[in-house]
């Protein structure tokens, strides 16, 4: 290989210099030096030096940005910083809210100062540079890591390469948006259609299928462009005072910032550059789908830090989603995994949204007589980003004559039980929780959960392939399966099935209000079952009680009746009972005495390991006669049972003077009452 003049290395040198000059004035500037037929002059050359003198190629030259014909490998990359979400403001109530939170949590009565910024529909990348050179590049991905898209990113023209200037850090990660404008999105599906190929829905969905093109040179033909918004990973004493004066950094070494950004100081001007922007969204040569307000000094930003997903210096105030018309063609109900019964308006496909939707929801009843929906009417659709469509308004003027009105059927469509809708409940419900096909994993799972019958093993795993292979219908099928049924499942040995039947053995004689519980009425937590077994003392009292019984039980009003009656009157739920009974379930019943238990009106707190039992364990006994079991302690605590290495609790209970008992003097009551 011939070494490469000195000529020819300076030329190479100054080429490159020119061709990233003219770069930046065009892709960030909006302000060409030279025309294009110069520029693709200076850009062949620089290709034919490189050509001639494989030795002079270098990772950011000009010339990079055409792409190779290598596959990229799309390895995961883990952000040294997260890219977290932003929160989002529908209204100017919850921007306003917004404000109040970030003036509260810095303790100032004053205006705080913000960069708003339009939110751009694209993808969020973070592009990171080492001495200068840009050396990777990756898409946010769920935030903690990425794909790496490095190559695909160099293709873009209006991505440095190298930074500019003097002041530029030895390490720097610059984060932006990568989107395709409105024009060059109509001219990519123009050709794609030309080509016999799908053309794209929409410019977000372009932009992300170019970034994650697997050869470069594909993603090098599309007209991506990107801004950048922050600075997240360098040097901190490098960095400016404001989010606003990182942007016009960013912008020097060579970045694209959004020419529409500006600031604004309290919510009041933050709402005035919402309403200007969005009257100026139409007109724009890009798509945006809000506005991004964040606080403007940075060591505010460092102040108010972050929750788990988001910033709370920053939020996202989306735009009034887009409408379209079309025209209901039918409303059909369906049955949710808690019975929920909910109205589907079927519809003329439209196009709305970025999307052609089919389907929108109705919600509820309420929401259907609210708008006054018939079958046949012509509504319009509103989508926002991808919540699921949904019906905003009726075209009354356009109903026609044989428009059908909408009417909650009166049995489930899945399983023919009753449906129910309570007088003061919005959401209308399936009463055959324990047998409609619908509701029937969630059934079996909250049957089996700890703070029910406690059958350990079956999980939502093995809930799912019983259920899936039919194996399991309803809660009553769970004890008639067998060693040999189990162990004919995929990745279940016969130690697994062994111990998960002698599982479902120990469930078989529940206390009653754990049964109770276990069968999943709307409304019937553990305290109400508690209640109710108390009360009653036998499960077929409390199927047979009227709503006036029912309703003098503590901790059961009028809805919590309505679904306890409800349930029991369903044939289905009847039959699943007796299914259970004929499996060898057999629920503890107990005697309702009419007088008070021995520690009524008590509270007590367990604390510390006891070796006798499990704390639940205890607490059962101790609620069986009349005691309140809380979990701190407090002057109105009657008593505090310590075991060993008991805490913070047992110093407080010494403090205020409660009693103290330990295990041994727990048992020997438990002994007394015949608990034990």
């Avoid at 000009?62 to 040294?80: I, K, L, N, Y």
């Avoid at 970034?211 to 594909?218: A, D, E, M, P, W």
């Avoid at 830090?305 to 039918?330: C, H, N, Y």
């Avoid at 305290?527 to 309703?551: C, N, Q, R």
């Amino acid at each position: 290989m011939t070494k490469p003049l000195p000529e020819t290395i300076k030329r190479v040198d100054e080429l490159r210099s020119a061709l990233d000059e003219h770069n930046y004035r065009y892709y960030v500037l909006d302000d060409p030096g030279i025309p294009d037929a110069e520029y693709d002059r200076l850009f062949r050359e620089l290709q034919n030096l490189e050509a001639e003198h494989p030795g002079l190629e270098s990772a950011d030259s000009p010339t990079r940005r055409v792409g190779s014909s290598a596959e990229t490998s799309f390895e995961e990359v883990v952000h040294r910083l997260p890219m977290l979400s932003l929160d989002n403001a529908f209204n100017e109530d919850e921007l306003r809210d917004f404000d109040r939170r970030v003036r509260e949590r810095l303790g100032t009565d004053e205006d705080v100062e913000y960069v708003c910024e339009p939110k751009l529909d694209g993808l969020a990348v973070s592009l990171h540079y080492e001495q200068g050179s840009l050396t990777r590049a990756a898409t946010r991905g769920d935030g903690y890591a990425g794909e790496d898209i490095t190559a695909n990113i160099r293709t873009i023209p209006s991505v440095p390469l190298r930074l500019r200037g003097s002041d530029v850090p030895d390490l720097v990660e610059v984060r932006g948006e990568v989107y395709m404008p409105l024009a060059g999105f109509e001219a990519l599906n123009a050709r794609l259609e030309n080509q016999g190929e799908k053309a794209f829905v929409n410019p977000r969905n372009a932009a992300a299928g170019s970034l994650r093109q697997k050869k470069s040179t594909v993603t090098a033909r599309r007209p991506l462009e990107m801004c950048a918004y922050s600075v997240a990973v360098t040097d901190e004493s490098l960095l400016p005072d404001t989010q606003w004066e990182g942007l016009q950094q960013v912008q020097r070494w060579g970045f694209r910032i959004n020419p529409e950004m500006r600031k604004a100081v309290g919510a009041g001007e933050c709402l005035k550059a919402y309403e200007e922007l969005m009257q100026k969204r139409g007109g724009l040569p890009y798509e945006i789908d809000g506005i991004v307000f964040k606080v403007n000094r940075l060591d505010y930003q460092q102040a108010l830090g972050f929750v788990s997903r988001a910033p709370r210096w920053a939020i996202a105030q989306k735009f009034p989603a887009q409408e379209e018309l079309t025209v209901v063609e039918d409303v059909e109900f369906q049955v949710g995994r808690t019975g929920a019964v909910t109205p589907v308006a079927r519809l003329k496909p439209v196009f709305v949204g970025g999307v052609t939707v089919s389907n929108a929801t109705l919600h509820n009843m309420d929401e259907i007589r609210r708008l006054d929906v018939h079958i046949g009417d012509t509504v319009f659709i509103r989508r926002a980003g991808d919540v699921i469509p949904k019906v905003v308004k009726v075209v009354l003027e356009k109903r026609p004559a044989n428009a059908q009105s909408v009417e909650l059927p009166k049995q489930c469509p899945v399983c023919d039980s009753d449906v129910i809708q309570i007088e003061g409940e919005a959401i209308a419900r399936c009463s055959g929780g324990l047998f409609c096909p619908a509701q029937r994993k969630e059934a079996i799972r909250h049957y089996a959960s700890r703070k029910a019958l406690d059958i350990e093993g079956l999980g939502d795993k093995w809930i799912d392939i019983l259920v899936d292979q039919g194996m399991v219908k309803t809660v009553a099928d769970i004890y008639l399966l067998t060693v040999k049924d189990l162990t004919r499942l995929e990745r279940m040995g016969e130690k697994s099935a062994t111990n998960l039947v002698e599982a479902i053995d120990r469930s078989r004689q529940p206390v009653l209000w754990r049964f109770l519980y276990a069968l999943g009425i709307r409304e019937v937590g553990e305290a109400t079952a508690k209640s109710l077994a108390s009360h009653f003392g036998t499960l077929e009292a409390v199927a047979e009680a009227d709503m006036d019984a029912l309703i003098a039980v503590p901790d059961v009003g009028p809805i919590v009746a309505g679904h306890i009656g409800s349930f029991f009157e369903q044939t289905h739920n009847r039959e699943t009972l007796e299914a259970l009974r004929a499996a060898g379930v057999e629920w503890q019943e107990e005697e309702v005495t009419g007088g008070e238990k021995p520690l009524h009106s008590q509270t007590w707190v367990l604390t510390g390991t006891l070796s006798e039992m499990t704390r639940d364990e205890a607490r059962e006994k101790l609620e069986a006669l009349g005691a309140k079991v809380a979990g701190s302690v407090s002057k109105k605590t009657s008593c505090v049972v310590a075991g060993e290495a008991a805490g913070s609790k047992l110093t407080k209970a010494e403090q205020l003077g409660v009693t103290v008992m330990d295990e041994a003097a727990l048992l020997e009551m438990l002994k007394e009452y015949g608990l034990l």
